[in-house]
């Protein structure tokens, strides 16, 4: 099993920054995709970033420019940080991974508790 721990959301003014942290601990043999997911009210949860094992990251175009993905492969750890934070940046962000627990077992989807981000206008 894996375990993702998120910290580091909370309450900013438009326009202000923050950054999210996930921690993944467990038996983790190697983690394919790392990133993040929102999802807003009344919405569906959206991909915000994510970066492969080789440093390649996704990012959806609502946050592109402003939010940057950042992996820590030796500390199994991925950060967000967010910039330019805008009011439709409200959220419940999830730290999401895709990893392998056995060398013989294929990868899972693992998801952490969520961390709520609101911007203030």
């Known amino acids: 099993q894996v375990q993702l721990v998120e910290s580091g959301g909370g309450l900013v003014q438009a326009g202000g920054s923050l950054r999210l942290s996930c921690a993944a601990s467990?038996?983790?043999?190697?983690?394919?995709?790392m990133g993040w997911y929102r999802q807003a009210p009344g919405k569906q949860r959206e991909l915000v970033a994510a970066t492969t094992i080789g440093g390649s990251t996704n990012y959806a175009d609502s946050v592109k420019g402003r939010f940057t993905n950042l992996r820590d492969n030796p500390k199994k750890m991925v950060y967000l940080q967010m910039n330019s934070l805008e009011p439709e940046d409200t959220a419940v962000y999830y730290c999401y991974a895709n990893a392998r627990t056995s060398l013989w077992g294929g990868a899972a989807e693992y998801w952490g508790q969520g961390t709520q981000v609101t911007v203030s206008s």
């Open positions: 467990g038996t983790v043999i190697s983690i394919n995709n």
